[in-house]
């Protein structure tokens, strides 16, 4: 018994002194080279040699080869690049590998890293290797920024001053950080905080409108999925005043990065769509979710066909739940509607590209040739028209008691909350018979997987609506039935 004891305390005794860590830390120290300095830290690696990878992409499906931006690597042991991507590090006995290296950044925007005099924003990835051998190891992040800037993101904090910690590398780099002189503003909603911040160094924008709108679009899609997956969420913007390019914005596990150009007036209004798009990702893409995205792969292409789902879908509930929260007018959301049937129609590429298939080449994207109304469709585009068209679907068969959103809250509860990936071609085909026990597999494969005209005009009659050209119009004198499929959809009621 004894000397089972003693063996027991040698063994506990025993696990920290060869426990493993990695710590990152992210310097500025000098903004306007647009330089960070990057500082890697691994005790005890315990294996030789360690190899330490950059990603070639992140959250934007594109390869672009962060490591382009690498430079002055050093380190504690010999090292050796083994190809574009990748460092091999001879740590021998070494009980320490400490790596410095500086990475240029000087890209506004979401889906980039950013450093300059008045603001730093960076997406870890662009920036911090990984090692790949030890994928799962819990990591801390140590952000060093100029005097007077603020830091934040929905990481963790670990204990020290400006010091983060994440399960993982794939949890670290799904928390962007911002850093600035930021403005922010938190709210509750169910007990669960949300905060805002804002780099607005560049431009005025009205803060109580963005404040409210930011509530009202939290509240809505909340209420409509009936469940908020997180313990905090953080919305990070960035406004700036049309010098730099366009706007856009990138979902998170628990936060979104969503950068503006406004164009004239205080108004924040023109966010909204992207910030209701963004949020509906919380559940959809980063919780509904593929099987070709998992596990991410950061050092070649994953490939789906899904992204008319994760994306287009995305889209048609941001929009709708626009309305139903009242931040659209029925008028407002149906020309919404009506000019992505006209941005459909008006590409030729929509005879020749499935959706499906438009998803599975989001890798082309970044090419302006492959971008042509000719060579290619958006999957946003025929994505959302395709939520619409099988939400009516679902309306008409089934009498208006099932519609889309039994199946993307079916999806929530069975595949998300239960954390089963949905099979890229057929799973939503499946989830719509799961939930609803309709079979509509004839439409999902003709709308998904074929270039067949989208039948418009047939499926929106259900709501009682009519198409003249391109523009959806209430037809003159509705059915009670067709009157109360219109005020469901629109309504959620
Ligand atoms: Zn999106």
């Not at 992409?57 to 672009?64: A, E, P, S």
């Not at 406004?239 to 856009?248: A, T």
Request: proline residues 5%; hydrophobic residues 40%.
């Amino acid at each position: 018994m004894r000397r089972m004891l003693l063996l027991l305390l040698l063994l506990v005794q025993a696990v920290p002194a060869f426990s493993q860590s990695i710590r990152y830390s992210v310097a500025m120290p000098q903004p306007s080279s647009h330089v960070f300095r990057i500082e890697i830290t691994i005790d005890h690696p315990g294996i030789t040699p360690v190899e330490l990878r950059l990603p070639v992409w992140n959250g934007l499906y594109q390869v672009r080869d962060f490591s382009q931006f690498v430079q002055n690597l050093q380190a504690n042991v010999p090292v050796k690049r083994v190809d574009k991507d990748t460092w091999r590090f001879s740590v021998g006995s070494d009980d320490l590998l400490k790596v410095t290296y500086g990475v240029f950044a000087n890209e506004w925007g979401a889906f980039s890293s950013e450093l300059n005099e008045s603001h730093a924003f960076f997406n870890s990835a662009d920036l911090l290797m990984m090692w790949p051998a030890k994928r799962s190891l819990p990591v801390e992040l140590t952000v060093r920024p100029p005097a007077g800037w603020q830091v934040s993101t929905s990481l963790a904090p670990a204990g020290s001053p400006l010091t983060y910690k994440a399960e993982n590398y794939d949890h670290l780099v799904d928390c962007p950080v911002d850093v600035g002189k930021l403005d922010t503003f938190t709210f509750v909603v169910n007990d669960v905080p949300f905060s805002i911040s804002v780099d607005g160094n560049h431009r005025e924008y009205d803060r109580t409108e963005l404040q409210t709108m930011i509530q009202q679009i939290v509240r809505t899609e909340t209420g409509f999925m009936n469940d908020i997956p997180v313990g905090k969420y953080t919305f990070l913007f960035h406004f700036n005043d049309g010098d730099r390019g366009s706007s856009g914005g990138m979902e998170h596990r628990d936060s979104t990065a969503i950068h503006t150009v406004f164009r004239g007036g205080r108004s924040v209004r023109t966010v909204a769509g992207v910030a209701a798009h963004e949020f509906f990702h919380l559940w959809n893409v980063k919780r509904i979710r593929p099987m070709g995205l998992e596990p991410v792969d950061y050092f070649k292409e994953n490939y789906t066909t899904a992204l008319w789902f994760s994306e287009g879908v995305t889209s048609y509930y941001g929009d709708l739940l626009l309305r139903r929260g009242g931040l659209l007018s029925r008028q407002e959301y149906l020309n919404a509607l009506s000019e992505e049937i006209q941005a459909l129609q008006s590409r030729a590429a929509r005879k020749t590209q499935s959706a499906a298939e438009s998803s599975l080449l989001t890798w082309y994207d970044k090419y302006d040739y492959y971008r042509q109304p000719d060579q290619s469709i958006s999957y946003y585009n025929k994505g959302l028209l395709i939520g619409l068209l099988l939400d009516l679907r679902i309306r008409d068969a089934s009498d208006n008691k099932f519609s889309l959103d039994t199946v993307i809250r079916h999806l929530n509860e069975n595949y998300a909350r239960k954390e089963r990936l949905f099979e890229d071609d057929y799973g939503i085909a499946r989830a719509i018979a799961e939930a609803t026990g309709l079979n509509l597999d004839r439409e999902y494969q003709s709308y998904v997987h074929t270039t067949e005209e989208l039948p418009y005009a047939e499926v929106l009659r259900a709501a009682g609506l009519e198409l003249n050209g391109s523009r959806i119009r209430e037809v003159p004198n509705p059915t009670p039935r067709q009157k109360r499929i219109l005020e469901s959809w629109l309504t959620g009621r």
